[in-house]
């Protein structure tokens, strides 16, 4: 059965430094996956996908992702991580036969 | 101009009470969703429509009843609300079928359900 893991509730990192968002996955057959972002009594937005291709998927606000097969991992990542970041992260999958599967979803807190 | 909106945005009523939750995407969308996130923060499907065809339907009590008037509305019923019936509720839209789509879903504000 297809499934999302982010094995982390909580990420730490002071403004200015690099984070990581982790995600993995578990599928069979091509996965999309996709990073939503959720601000405090707000809805999801979407951050960015990934369908084929490059790796590297570059999205909104200055995030990207690698996706990873032989891991099947697809992390967030930031290369410098702003206060106002701080909020509610999901990776989700779209798998034939439902919806976008989400993971538990991982609060990221930046501090300045 | 809001892309998928909803309506109300909080909602507080009494356990027993039939409630309903509208939902409406101005993005032309073919496919609309009710995702329903509990107190811990997990999201999970609970109705898809795809062109007023119901396409997805998870383990959802049936007092839940969804409706899509047409492809630009899907609205949420409930009947008989109960306690645990208390969370947010996300409409989305995505142009094509999700499962196994590769079109981005679109979320709405959310519902913010609490029942007494």
């Known amino acids: 059965a297809q499934s999302v893991a982010q094995p982390e509730d909580q990420v730490n990192v002071a403004e200015g430094n690099p984070l990581t968002v982790k995600c993995t996955y578990s599928v069979s057959g091509n996965p999309y996956l996709f990073w939503y972002v959720q601000y405090p009594n707000r809805g999801l937005q979407f951050l960015l996908k990934y369908i084929t291709g490059d790796n590297l998927v570059k999205g909104s606000y200055g995030f990207e992702a690698e996706f990873n097969k032989s891991q099947t991992s697809f992390h967030l990542k930031k290369p410098s991580a702003l206060v106002s970041d701080s909020a509610l992260y999901f990776c989700a999958l779209n798998q034939a036969g439902t919806a976008l599967i989400f993971g538990k979803g991982t609060t990221l807190s930046v501090s300045s | 101009d809001t892309a998928v909106s909803q309506t109300p945005k909080y909602l507080v009523t009494q356990m027993g009470n039939d409630k309903s939750i509208k939902c409406e995407q101005n993005?032309?969308?073919?496919?609309m969703y009710w995702y329903k996130q509990d107190s811990k923060k997990f999201l999970k499907i609970m109705f898809s429509y795809n062109n007023k065809e119901l396409i997805i339907n998870e383990t959802v009590p049936n007092r839940f009843s969804p409706k899509s008037p047409d492809k630009a509305h899907l609205n949420l019923h409930i009947n008989s609300l109960e306690l645990g019936d208390s969370a947010v509720y996300f409409c989305?839209?995505?142009?094509?079928f999700g499962g196994g789509s590769t079109d981005t879903q679109y979320f709405g504000p959310g519902t913010r359900l609490t029942v007494l």
């Open positions: 993005l032309g969308h073919d496919t």
């Open positions: 989305a839209s995505s142009q094509d």
